[in-house]
């Protein structure tokens, strides 16, 4: 009888576990739609103002793109807005994915959550900043002018609305490194000394991220791409240091 009860108790655990887990993955759900609804109606007002980004967006190169395709504008103009809605609702995306796993966080590690939403936000609208004024023109300004006497740069907005907005959103992600990094020391998951150690590994996931960032083969973008990336590996030793 005792045995069978003990078995009973260790079912209820187990059944309480699963309903645990069920619970997590609903509450997940709950966030990702909650996510999509948000981007979807930042994408949706962003489009309003797509045609105005657009010619933002072609300011560095200083001339009007072609498009060959019959569907090729709107395409240009739809992933434009997407991504335009992207970064809008980029502080709410934050704000969800912490609130996602703060119930797994003791009490002394939650207060990292409040200040996590302003951080990450300002953190990423300085990567884009950094890629827009700095990688961005220099990037133009060298792929422009590659051996002018051979080529005629005459780009599509298929490749090159891409390769900007591609640009931009993807050093802003990795502006959030140093944020990432600060929170895993708190948390005691890593530390200064082991960031140290990997500095090899990290080179090589660098060169891997800064090849995934940048569209073009050439080295001087790639370049362009990993220095950023390496002085945020730097200054979060730094920040691993301060936590």
């Given at each position: 009888m005792t045995n069978k009860s003990s078995s009973l108790e260790e079912r209820a655990e187990q059944l309480a576990g699963q309903m645990t887990l069920l619970e997590h993955l609903e509450e997940l759900r709950d966030r990702l739609v909650k996510a999509a609804v948000v981007v979807g109606i930042t994408t949706a007002?962003?489009?309003i103002f797509t045609p105005q980004i657009l010619e933002l967006l072609i300011t560095p190169y200083g001339q009007r793109l072609q498009i060959i395709s019959p569907t090729e504008g709107i395409t240009v103009?739809?992933?434009?807005?997407?991504?335009?809605g992207l970064i809008l609702a980029m502080p709410f995306l934050v704000y969800q994915l912490l609130m996602f796993i703060l119930p797994g966080l003791e009490d002394s590690e939650k207060q990292y959550i409040?200040?996590?939403?302003?951080?990450?936000?300002a953190l990423f609208l300085v990567g884009v900043a950094f890629?827009?004024?700095i990688l961005i023109p220099a990037a133009i300004g060298f792929l422009s002018s590659f051996l002018p006497e051979i080529f005629s740069t005459?780009?599509?907005?298929?490749?090159?609305?891409?390769?900007?907005?591609?640009?931009?959103?993807?050093?802003?992600?990795?502006?959030?490194?140093?944020?990432?990094?600060?929170i895993m020391s708190k948390l005691k998951i890593v530390t200064p000394q082991f960031l140290i150690k990997q500095w090899r590994f990290a080179v090589v996931i660098i060169a891997i991220a800064a090849a995934m960032i940048t569209p073009t083969p050439d080295p001087f973008n790639m370049g362009l791409v990993m220095l950023p990336l390496f002085g945020l590996y730097a200054f979060s030793i730094l920040l691993s240091y301060l936590a």
């Open positions: 007002i962003a489009a103009y739809f992933r434009v807005a997407l991504t335009a409040f200040w996590g939403v302003p951080s990450a936000t890629a827009w004024f005459e780009w599509r907005s298929k490749e090159y609305i891409p390769f900007v907005t591609s640009l931009v959103f993807w050093i802003g992600l990795a502006f959030e490194t140093p944020l990432i990094i600060f």
